[in-house]
């Protein structure tokens, strides 16, 4: 199901003649992942969840191969630097509300954000 907020605005209504309370607003969120030092786009996904479960996905996958290998010519010493990114698709062009990185892959290893590691990794704390 979409992530829908939905808000209600006076300027806007104003500026088009509709009185405020008759005019209802529905801002879509969507999530991309983007790789931050390639600026690439990843994927759009319809809730955080959904996102963080393909990051997982992709932190199983060996750095060297797709969809994680570089797309450089110095792929062997690059990597993917992985960010979420939160837009408002109600605008045109969609408005950037947050990035958030998340998750590094190369080929020194796999390198979770402070507070996004993977809750399901095993626990080095016994």
């Known amino acids: 199901m979409p992530n829908y907020a939905l808000q209600r605005t006076g300027t806007a209504a104003r500026a088009h003649g509709v009185p405020a309370a008759e005019l209802l607003l529905v801002r879509r969120l969507v999530f991309v992942i983007e790789d ?9 996904f319809a809730t955080l969840q ?9 932190a199983t996958i060996p750095w060297n191969q797709e969809p994680n290998v570089a797309p450089c010519t ?11 990114v939160e837009y408002d698709d109600s605008h045109y062009p969609r408005k950037e509300l947050r990035r ?11 390198h979770w954000a402070l507070g ?10 016994a």
Not at 50 to 57: M, S
Not at 100 to 110: E, H, K, N, R
């Open 36 to 44: 931050e030092c390639h600026a690439e786009q990843h994927g759009q």
């Open 50 to 58: 959904d996102a963080l479960t393909e990051l997982r996905r992709r």
């Open 74 to 84: 110095n792929w062997r010493a690059c990597g993917r630097n992985y960010e979420l």
């Open 100 to 110: 958030i990185p998340v998750l590094t892959i190369s080929a020194s290893g796999i």
């Open 116 to 125: 996004w590691e993977d809750p399901q990794a095993p626990s080095s704390c």
